[in-house]
């Protein structure tokens, strides 16, 4: 089974960058769907973007797009989300999930991450 380490987050100013790492354990990583989702204080959690096993397909919530973006390393078991011109609604705790069906299985433990304006 897969397990989820997130790194990466941290403090940065409204127009700042950060990337976020997701870290997996397993040998199976390279046949599991990828998410990354964020949940702001009390607001339901969301799914911010997507990559399919091959990292041929990619989903990204309107929110982001454009600003973000997910890839995968498969050689190196991990999948990453860059977040470029963040802003202060930006401001959450990122998880990423893994998935091997339809839904969402394998989590992380999340990863805060704050902008300040």
């Known amino acids: 089974q897969v397990q989820l380490v997130e790194s990466g987050g941290g403090l940065v100013q409204a127009g700042g960058s950060l990337r976020l790492s997701c870290a997996a354990s397993g040998r199976t990583f390279s046949s599991y769907a990828m998410g990354w989702f964020r949940q702001a204080p009390g607001k339901e959690r969301e799914l911010v973007a997507a990559?399919?096993?091959?990292?041929?397909?990619?989903y990204y919530a309107d929110s982001v797009k454009g600003r973000f973006t997910i890839s995968r390393d498969n050689a190196k078991n991990t999948v990453y989300l860059r977040m470029n011109s963040l802003k202060p609604e930006d401001t959450a705790v990122y998880y990423c999930?893994?998935?091997?069906?339809?839904?969402?299985?394998?989590w992380g433990q999340g990863t805060q991450v704050t902008v300040s304006s």
């Open positions: 990559i399919s096993w091959s990292g041929g397909s990619t």
């Open positions: 999930a893994a998935r091997s069906g339809y839904d969402y299985d394998l």
